[in-house]
């Protein structure tokens, strides 16, 4: 099996429902499909979600990437290969998503070369995993009756809030209303990208000791590193990186020098065989890992669901799964559904991230 083509497809579809966080908003997702195409006939495809407020990524970076310098490492390859891909890939610094929706295509294909769901080709824990759905700014009114309509539609029972507004009371005032209508056995737990410093994050800690909140995400800039190792030092909960650590190589550097103590992994921007090696790695240490979404589509969600069902350290607590219920369509040709609280993984050959020609039609920017 030899990659013969390599393409891209920026595409844009409006959000039903915009997602607003401390360090940016969406209110419509522009993303770039990548297909690899073999001599048999074979198509592996991946969703890329540019993030430039995260990675410094865009629709023309990736695009120009994947079609300039990429397209050379890739094409005549066996996408068997992947370690040899992925040194090629590795000579170029950043372009995060971009590396990791290659990884995800190219095991699309080796799952439909070898007929099986991906998920089992990597490990094949559990067919399902528990879903954490993302709330992002609102009125606490507005917060509080979103997540009670997750509970009611999806069952879902674990929340992330999205924090890090000033003054910090309008945060508190959200996860104090949601402990309230939701119950203590809901998971709730706190991302505030960045927005805070480590003294106000800490303030926050006392504020909400009494509301059994269970993760604090990118509380403060990991780059002062000071502040933010005392601050991990002082949590009573797992301070956890996303953005911080956003490969393997930073996991390792933030864990080892103090700057978190949990890590968020996302195969939009590891892929599959990166993100192994980040769950190895906190394994091995015992730190815990929450499987976090990059404002993913379906075809994203199919990836990370392909993923955290695989293990059994990265099915242990509510993966990040729902983002696409705020958006207005999907380009994926096979639906998921989230029933009782929990996400199947794709049971078809590859990763189940097959496209609706007519959608992409439809969506499709070039
Ligand atoms: C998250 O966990 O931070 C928002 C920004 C980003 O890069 O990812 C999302 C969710
Ligand atoms: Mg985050």
Known sequence: MRITAVETIPYRIPMRKPLRFASGEVDHIEHVLVRLRTDDGLVGTADIPPRPYTYGETTDSVTAIIGGVFTEALLGADPLDRALIHARLHRTVG??????????A???????????????????????????????????????????????????????????????????????????????????????NRGWTASEARRVLEATADLDLRFFEEPDDAAEVLARRSLVSASPIPIVADESASTLGEAAREIHTGGASALSIKTARTGFTESAKILGFAEALGIDVLMGNQIDTQLGSAATVTFGAAFEHSSRYPAELSNFLDMGDDLIGEPLTIVDGRLPAPTVPGVGTAVDEDKLARYRLD
């Open 95 to 104: 372009n995060q998503t971009a590396k990791g929706g290659i990884d995800i």
């Open 106 to 192: 190219l095991w699309d294909l080796i799952g439909q070369a070898l007929e099986t769901p991906v998920h089992r080709l990597l490990g094949g824990f559990a067919p399902s995993v528990e879903v954490s759905h993302m709330l992002g700014f609102s009125p606490a009114e507005a917060v509080v009756d979103e997540a009670l309509a997750c509970v009611e539609s999806y069952g879902v029972r674990a929340f992330k809030i999205k924090v890090g507004r000033r003054p910090i009371s309008l945060d508190v005032e959200v996860a104090i209303a949601l402990r309230e209508a939701l119950g203590p056995e809901v998971l709730l737990y706190l991302d505030a």
